[in-house]
Nanobody, 115 residues
């Protein structure tokens, strides 16, 4: 069992930056693929970025070059540095961890990009 708690969301102006953090507790975090998804109003939840246990990273096309995902298996955290934010990045951001048939979600944190 893994529990995930996100922090770091908020309101930022276009072009600004935010850093999201996800703290995991419970089972062995290091074996999990960890990542961030987002869901905007009226839209389906979509992948933002994920990082495997070995450090392999995948980004969604809309965030490439602007967002950076990282993880610390000792601290059991996965972070998302978001730069050059755009209004279309506005969404609830969810932390995710999965391994084989196990799939866990955080409660979500709101990111709003607006002037």
């Amino acid at each position: 069992q893994v529990q995930l708690v996100e922090s770091g969301g908020g309101l930022v102006q276009p072009g600004g930056s935010l850093r999201l953090s996800c703290k995991a507790s419970g089972s062995t975090f290091s074996v999990y693929t960890a990542g961030w998804y987002r869901q905007a109003p009226g839209k389906q939840r979509e992948l933002v970025a994920h990082i495997s246990w070995s450090g392999s990273i995948n980004y969604a096309d809309p965030v490439k070059g602007r967002f950076t995902i990282s993880r610390d298996n000792v601290e059991k955290t996965v972070n998302l540095q978001m730069n050059s934010l755009k209004p279309e990045d506005t969404a609830v951001y969810y932390c995710n961890a999965h391994f084989r048939t196990q799939n866990y979600w955080g409660q979500g944190t709101q990111v709003t990009v607006s002037s």
